[in-house]
């Protein structure tokens, strides 16, 4: 009974770390890089130029937010929509 119970703790335990990394942004060059303005989209092509694959990624996404937090309102809706 015991086993059962630690066994279940450990598969919801699974599930919800597995859950809570699904919900962070991929590592890699965003694919909207294209059609950022031209500052942005170089400083985001800089900014993921060294990452390797597999590799952890946590500055380069704190590089990327930054970025993206220098868009105007014009320029976020033109790049992701919304009104």
Same mark, same amino acid.
């Given at each position: 009974?015991?086993?059962?119970? %630690? &066994? %279940?703790? %450990?598969? @919801?335990?699974? /599930?919800? +770390?597995?859950?809570?990394?699904?919900?962070? *942004? *991929?590592?890699?060059? *965003?694919?909207?890089?294209? /059609? =950022?303005?031209?500052?942005? &989209?170089?400083?985001?092509? !800089? #900014? $993921?130029?060294? $990452?390797? !694959?597999?590799?952890?990624? /946590? #500055? !380069?996404?704190?590089?990327?937010?930054? +970025? =993206?937090? #220098?868009? #105007?309102? !014009?320029?976020?809706?033109? /790049?992701? @929509? @919304?009104?």
């Amino acid at each position: 009974m015991q086993s059962s119970l %630690l &066994s %279940l703790l %450990l598969v @919801g335990a699974a /599930v919800a +770390i597995s859950s809570q990394k699904s919900e962070e *942004p *991929p590592c890699g060059l *965003p694919p909207f890089v294209d /059609v =950022l303005p031209a500052k942005q &989209s170089k400083d985001l092509r !800089e #900014t $993921w130029k060294q $990452w390797k !694959e597999g590799g952890e990624c /946590v #500055t !380069e996404q704190a590089a990327t937010h930054a +970025i =993206l937090g #220098t868009l #105007t309102p !014009e320029e976020h809706r033109a /790049v992701f @929509g @919304g009104g």
